[in-house]
């Protein structure tokens, strides 16, 4: 049980999520889904570095006293910065699965609506593996909630998600 919460914790990990946007940049017919996504990850994972010792919650005490985890395997903290790190509101991790869903479902959904739903299922796994393994408070992981998909939203209309990208807008302009 201990290492499925681990699993599911690792999901919303920076690395992680920076593999799969880099992943999705690479295939042609998601590339600007790929771009997106990798913008919004690196916003959050700035901007949560800088929130959280602005906001200075302590991390739950449980956080520390996680049992021994598969050889190799370690949890990724939740913040870029080390002043960042003994703090815990918003959550890293929340935040930046929401984004992913948000956003990639937003793209699965103009090509079918059948099955896109089916991301919103990681932030709930996240929060309740977060909430098991005592990583975060319930309000942290709001918190992270809340902001990934505010930056989500955001970047999604700025940046024009649904939009088709088309490469051949830049062929004439250095002619």
């Known amino acids: 049980m201990l290492y499925s919460f681990v699993t599911i914790s690792s999901f919303g990990e920076v690395v992680n999520l920076i593999f799969v946007a880099i992943f999705f940049t690479i295939i042609r017919r998601t590339r600007k889904m790929g771009m997106i996504l990798m913008i919004a990850i690196m916003t959050m994972a700035i901007s949560v570095s800088y929130l959280k010792p602005i906001v200075a919650q302590q991390k739950p005490p449980e956080s520390q006293k996680i049992p021994v985890l598969p050889k190799g395997f370690q949890l990724e903290s939740d913040s870029l910065l080390t002043e960042a790190r003994n703090f815990s509101y918003p959550s890293n991790h929340m ?20 099955y896109s739903f089916l991301l919103w299922i990681l932030p709930p796994m996240i929060i309740f593996s977060n909430l098991a393994l005592g990583l975060n408070y319930l309000s942290d992981l709001i918190g992270g909630l809340l902001l990934g998909l505010i930056i989500a939203i955001i970047l999604s209309r700025v940046l024009k998600l649904e939009a088709p990208f088309l490469m051949n807008r830049f062929k004439g302009v250095s002619q």
Not at 98 to 111: D, G, M, N, P, S
Request: charged content about 25%; proline content about 0%.
């Open 95 to 114: 935040a930046i699965i929401t984004a992913f869903a948000y956003i990639v479902e937003t793209v699965i959904r103009l090509k079918t609506k059948k």
